[in-house]
């Protein structure tokens, strides 16, 4: 079964700066999807940013970008120039394709609290 | 507007009541999913759909219950012998097209918060 991990409960950054979450994850298939999901106080899940393992080009969203080390099964995400909107739960999430067993389903880490700070 | 909607926002039920969740998408997506929070947890899969008339347990289905009689909807009942209830529920869309591209990334509803009193 896959597993995620994020190891950092909570953290804070100044509104302008960067920050970056950590995501591991355990798997013994070659192609997967990662994905990060945001959720603010209104507890709306919103698609951040996704991922392909197949692909070595690390995904960019304007001030969001992920570094995929595929052999080190880490997914982390970063955020640049933080906005106070940017406070809000991420999540990291595994998933198999859809042409696999178990596949199309989504496996999520424990989340991280990020707070934006003026 | 295309989205999913999740009825009712906030739900209160007593000791021994089944509740039904509502979840519907416009989407025109293939597949839906249903999710529970709990807090300090991550989400947790309830019940799947890919198809119409079809549907897979998930991680946590015990003492829940589903269908799917129409593409557009999905409704989670939570029976009595679900022993803790009480839990943010989410529902999800995706299309599920063995295609590359978007076809794998889900989609979120508002979700409903069930309280058992």
């Known amino acids: 079964a896959q597993t995620v991990t994020q190891s950092q409960p909570e953290m804070s950054v100044q509104e302008a700066e960067t920050v970056t979450l950590s995501c591991t994850y355990d798997?013994?298939?070659?192609?997967?999807?990662l994905f990060w999901y945001k959720q603010p106080p209104s507890r709306q899940m919103i698609l951040v940013i996704r991922q392909e393992a197949y692909k070595q080009q690390n995904a960019t969203e304007n001030r969001f970008s992920v570094n995929f080390q595929k052999a080190a099964k880490s997914f982390s995400l970063k955020i640049s120039d933080s906005q106070l909107g940017d406070t809000a739960m991420y999540f990291c999430?595994?998933?198999?394709?859809?042409?696999?067993?178990?596949?199309?389903?989504?496996?999520f880490g424990t989340g991280t609290q990020l707070k934006v700070e003026l | 507007d295309g989205g999913i909607t999740q009825s009712p926002k906030y739900l209160f039920r007593k000791e021994g009541q089944n509740v039904t969740l509502s979840c519907e998408q416009n989407?025109?997506?293939?597949?839906m999913y249903w999710y529970r929070q709990d807090p300090g947890q991550g989400l947790r899969l309830i019940y799947y759909s890919q198809i119409v008339n079809d549907f897979q347990k998930g991680d946590i289905a015990e003492g829940y219950s589903v269908s799917r009689e129409k593409k557009e909807s999905f409704p989670l009942t939570v029976t009595s012998a679900q022993k803790n209830p009480t839990a943010f529920y989410l529902c999800?869309?995706?299309?599920?097209?063995?295609?590359?591209?978007?076809?794998?990334?889900?989609?979120f509803g508002p979700g409903t918060r069930l309280t058992v009193l």
């Open positions: 999430a595994f998933m198999k394709p859809p042409w696999l067993i178990g596949g199309n389903k989504l496996t």
């Open positions: 989407l025109n997506h293939d597949a």
């Open positions: 999800a869309s995706s299309i599920d097209l063995l295609v590359a591209g978007d076809a794998d990334t889900q989609y």
């Open positions: 798997t013994s298939e070659n192609n997967y999807y």
